[in-house]
């Protein structure tokens, strides 16, 4: 996993103005954005930006 994944789901969904479900979405749509350990989703938010930079409909079936 490294250093990268250092964001909880919940940090990265309040960083970029998400909800926890439009998160869990752009997860599942983007899985180099995201490892789950153990149970809990680790975000890298570099690659996070990446994915909500890039796209501006990211969040229509949130």
């Known amino acids: 996993m490294g250093d990268r994944f250092c964001l909880t789901l919940l940090?990265?969904?309040e960083m970029n103005g998400f909800t926890t479900s439009e998160m869990l979405i752009l997860?599942?749509?983007h899985t180099s954005i995201a490892v789950n350990a153990n149970g809990a989703w680790r975000v890298d938010p570099?690659?996070?930006?990446a994915v909500v930079d890039g796209a501006a409909g990211y969040l229509l079936a949130a």
């Open 11 to 13: 940090e990265a969904a």
């Open 46 to 49: 570099d690659a996070l930006k």
């Open 27 to 29: 997860v599942d749509r």
